[in-house]
């Protein structure tokens, strides 16, 4: 289930901070004044950026292959669409990811095919 969050951007009092981060820079940017689980905290944060690259990646590339498709079977003169396999791909998101999965699947059939 995903959720919304609301990340807090207060500032810490100068003998909150922790020693080296006279600005409080760090716990504004994590949320913590703890230095080890700020760390630890941009280390993961680091994977997250790798992995949203990767994502936006995959995604422009199955969009431009999606559109491939359509135009090929268009150009062949067949349908625009094939429902049974936009069912197919939903069902498949929805199984492996939920609610979640079909909304990110109708996404991803859209930035393919664009609206209907």
């Given at each position: 289930?995903?959720?919304?969050?609301?990340?807090?951007?207060?500032?810490?009092?100068?003998?909150?901070?922790?020693?080296?981060?006279?600005?409080?820079?760090?716990?504004?940017?994590?949320g913590t004044?703890?230095?080890a689980?700020?760390?630890?905290?941009?280390?993961?944060?680091?994977?997250?950026?790798?992995?949203d690259?990767?994502?936006?990646?995959?995604?422009?590339?199955?969009?431009a292959?999606s559109?491939?498709?359509?135009?090929?079977?268009m150009?062949?003169?067949g349908?625009?669409?094939?429902?049974s396999?936009?069912?197919?791909?939903l069902?498949?998101?929805?199984?492996?990811?939920?609610?979640?999965?079909?909304?990110?699947?109708?996404?991803l059939?859209?930035a393919?095919?664009g609206?209907?």
């Open positions: 289930m995903m959720t919304d969050v609301v990340e807090s951007s207060g500032s810490l009092a100068p003998h909150d901070r922790p020693a080296g981060d006279p600005t409080g820079a760090a716990a504004a940017r994590t004044d703890d230095a689980a700020a760390e630890r905290i941009g280390e993961i944060r680091r994977r997250i950026d790798e992995i690259r990767t994502l936006v990646a995959l995604w422009q590339e199955r969009a292959l559109q491939e498709v359509g135009a090929t079977r150009a062949s003169g349908t625009r669409l094939v429902l396999r936009e069912r197919e791909i069902e498949r998101f929805r199984a492996e990811l939920g609610a979640d999965g079909t909304q990110l699947a109708l996404l059939l859209r393919g095919r609206p209907l």
